[in-house]
């Protein structure tokens, strides 16, 4: 089946500091998404990460608190900057096309800000 | 906009027992629906899908079916687990040809729990 790697699996990170975590697929994709899913709550998308060009984000997250990269087919980063303890939350990348049948997630990295 | 509502959890069961979570949707043209189920500690696994009007999805025992008069995608199972226990996301991704197509829209997810 397909696989999705996502590091790191959870960290408990400083205020202040940043966490960037790494989505490797294991087959090229069209589109890869990135979730954030706070504590309890459901699902909210943060951006779509494009290849080659700069991610689209969703109303309420920025690039500059959020930097996405996608330099291929087969690799993303998301970066929380500047974190607060608002930012705890589970970070999910998604990835659609390809061999994956319907939308497949990785395994999620857990952030807790102190 | 689109939407998904879920019914209201948390929902306890006994083992065997007939489960349904209902889900109904807001959204303009043919969207694709989907569940899936997040287990503790875990991240989400697509359980089943339906990508037009009547389609029934079915997985591990789990059944829903594309119902676009009631625009609903109720789930259910005929005899729960405990290995059942966990949340429940329903979803839809808008049809194709407008800006948000391929983004997920989620329902708020339903905590299951099966007990022996």
């Known amino acids: 089946s397909a696989v999705i790697s996502q590091k790191p699996s959870r960290d408990i990170c400083q205020r202040g500091t940043s966490l960037t975590i790494q989505c490797q697929v294991d087959?090229?994709?069209?589109?890869m998404f990135w979730y954030r899913q706070q504590p309890g709550q459901s699902l909210t998308l943060i951006a779509t990460a494009n290849q080659g060009s700069e991610a689209t984000y969703e109303s309420g997250f920025v690039i500059d608190k959020f930097p996405i990269s996608r330099p291929n087919l087969t690799f993303s980063t998301l970066t929380v900057s500047n974190m607060s303890p608002e930012d705890s939350s589970i970070y999910l990348c998604?990835?659609?096309?390809?061999?994956?049948?319907?939308?497949?997630f990785g395994s999620g990295t857990r952030l807790t800000v102190v | 906009g689109n939407s998904v509502t879920q019914m209201e959890g948390p929902v306890t069961l006994s083992e065997e027992a007939f489960l349904t979570i209902n889900c109904t949707y807001t959204a303009t043209g043919y969207p694709s629906l989907f569940w899936y189920v997040q287990y503790p500690g875990e991240g989400l696994q697509l359980l089943l899908k339906a990508t037009k009007a009547d389609d029934k999805g079915s997985n591990k025992g789990f059944e829903a079916t594309y119902r676009k008069e009631t625009t609903s995608f109720h789930l259910e199972k005929g005899s729960v687990q405990v290995s059942d226990s966990a949340v429940y996301f329903c979803?839809?991704?808008?049809?194709?040809?407008?800006?948000?197509?391929?983004?997920?829209?989620f329902g708020q997810g339903t905590i299951l729990t099966v007990h022996p």
């Open positions: 087959s090229q994709v069209t589109m």
């Open positions: 979803a839809l991704r808008p049809g194709a040809g407008g800006t948000s197509y391929g983004k997920l829209t």
């Open positions: 998604s990835v659609e096309g390809g061999r994956f049948y319907g939308y497949t």
